[in-house]
């Protein structure tokens, strides 16, 4: 983009993205992961699963999230105000997931099977949701960048955070010993659920205005079509949906594969968050010229 | 905001100022998670600095991109550090590294007018700093409510234009210019909502001028 063109055209949002923006991309997507495992961790009541996600979302989203922030300090005063917006919503949900599952992984170590365990995994699972999905509707909000403003991106975001959470919970088994069938089928129809929503999302943004499928024409061939393409497409959804069929039609599959397969799946849940916060931009204060 | 129509010896370069358009109803205060952003009874939207977490969700959110993030080291002329006017800004108004920036009208200054009984747009000391240095003079500045106002005249007379007014966030900010209204026609014919803003249609028919100017206005 030339100097002169600055806001007459496509103008793509940086802040949330670029130089410390890549703290917020990471905090979004493992809020997606963290929240992610332990829904499945507790469908399959695996307990390390619980406790991973709970480390996952306390000190890796939760750290990024802090790294991002220009004032980290004053985030109380984020959390006091959950009805201004969703990225307040947001950390409350994170705040309260860390204490409803630590008190929950404390029942499920000394008091197993008490009514206090039942009622805080269902309060830690509601907080786990939450915290899988509110990116999604912090990001959908944005009137002025069309590529965002998408109701299918939260369950997009909660998708791919909940396929992650399956490959990390299948390593988790794995490392105990056991292969997990039910995990396996679960994460071969999500992964194809997966693919067709990446899909439908990018025809629906071609939709949204010239803005709209501009975004979409840098994710597919322009600047970002590397990461997209190798991240998105090859490592996200080839690499595991092969590894997947491949396991289902053998009858076995070996823990390398695995490990690979669940390797390109956390690849390529990130570097489709990347993709989507990197090719956001706004529509033009005047002019679309040269679009 | 620079921007380039025509080509070779007949290539015209116009550039606009663009800062916070002061909307009746800010994105930007509406999503702010510390409630940093805030409105003033007369329609100024400031940050207040000590709120600020620097979480850049109204820098993101503002669909005129009139906002920047303070990241602590800003020298607008890379290695020649900050210039005399910049050095006597910095004691007058505290920046703060790690959070949101924007024009607030010079608030401060409106307020401090305000209460000596002075009148905004007219009285020097109760106007803005960038209306009453700007050499071109093509800033006017005063009470939108005040149908007498020589802002309320100046865009009745002059059609100015409001930018992205499908928002709805109706900002205090117009700009007379044909080339504008033209351009701005332009994006709501591929979106497909002129139909919804008939007021723009009116605009898109004004006959080019020369006369580049922006109006404001503080009073609701």
Not at chain 1, 102 to 127: D, H, R, Y
Not at chain 2, 92 to 108: R, S, V
Request: with cysteine.
């Amino acid at each position: 983009m030339k100097a002169h063109e600055w806001m007459i055209s496509y103008t793509r949002q940086s802040e949330w993205i670029d130089r410390r923006g890549l703290f917020l991309w990471l905090a979004f997507y493992f809020g997606g992961l963290g929240g992610g495992l332990y829904l499945v961790s507790l469908y399959f009541n695996s307990l390390w699963g619980m406790f991973i996600s709970w480390l996952i979302i306390l000190v890796l989203k939760g750290g990024s999230h802090f790294l991002f922030l220009g004032k980290p300090l004053r985030f109380w005063q984020m959390v006091r105000r959950p009805h201004t917006s969703w990225l307040a919503r947001g950390l409350l949900f994170v705040l309260l997931f860390t204490v409803f599952a630590a008190i929950q992984l404390c029942f499920s170590l000394w008091l197993p099977g008490t009514a206090g365990e039942i009622v805080f995994k269902v309060l830690a699972g509601l907080m786990a949701f939450a915290v899988a999905i509110y990116t999604g509707f912090v990001m959908n909000g944005f009137k002025a960048i069309p590529f965002w403003n998408s109701a299918l991106l939260p369950v997009l975001f909660f998708l791919c955070g909940v396929l992650g959470g399956l490959g990390l919970y299948t390593i988790i088994a794995l490392g105990n010993g056991q292969i997990n069938i039910a995990a396996e089928t679960a994460s071969r129809w999500l992964l194809i659920i997966n693919a067709l929503l990446i899909v439908i999302y990018l025809w629906r943004a071609t939709c949204r205005g010239q803005t709209g499928k501009q975004s979409v024409v840098e994710q597919i061939r322009g600047q970002f079509a590397p990461v997209f393409w190798a991240g998105v497409i090859t490592m996200g959804i080839i690499i595991p949906v092969v590894i997947a069929f491949a396991s289902y039609f053998a009858g076995e599959a070996s823990a390398v594969l695995l490990v690979t397969g669940v390797g390109c799946e956390i690849t390529g849940g990130l570097s489709l968050r990347y993709c989507i916060l990197k090719a956001g931009a706004y529509r033009p204060l005047l002019k679309l010229s040269g679009i | 905001m620079e921007w380039v129509t025509g080509e070779g010896d007949e290539a015209v370069m116009s550039i606009y100022p663009m800062r916070c358009q002061h909307c009746e109803y800010p994105v930007c205060v509406e999503v702010c998670p510390t409630g940093a952003n805030q409105q003033s009874e007369n329609g100024i939207v400031w940050i207040d600095q000590n709120k600020c977490v620097g979480c850049r969700y109204c820098v993101v959110s503002c669909p005129y991109q009139a906002r920047t993030f303070n990241t602590g080291n800003k020298e607008n002329f890379p290695g020649r550090g900050l210039t005399g006017f910049e050095k006597a800004g910095k004691r007058l108004y505290p920046h703060q590294a790690g959070t949101a920036e924007k024009c607030n009208f010079c608030k401060e200054r409106i307020e401090a007018g305000l209460a000596r009984g002075l009148k905004p747009g007219t009285d020097r000391e109760a106007t803005p700093a960038c209306v009453n240095t700007c050499p071109a003079r093509v800033m006017t500045f005063g009470d939108l409510d005040d149908p007498c106002s020589k802002v309320s005249e100046l865009i009745g007379e002059k059609e100015g234009v409001q930018l992205h007014t499908e928002y709805g966030t109706n900002p205090s900010i117009y700009y007379i210019d044909s080339k504008i209204g033209a351009g701005y026609m332009e994006i709501l014919e591929l979106i497909g909502l002129e139909e919804e803003f008939g007021l723009v249609y009116r605009y898109s028919s004004v006959p080019s001028t020369n006369d580049v100017g922006e109006k404001t206005g503080v009073t609701r």
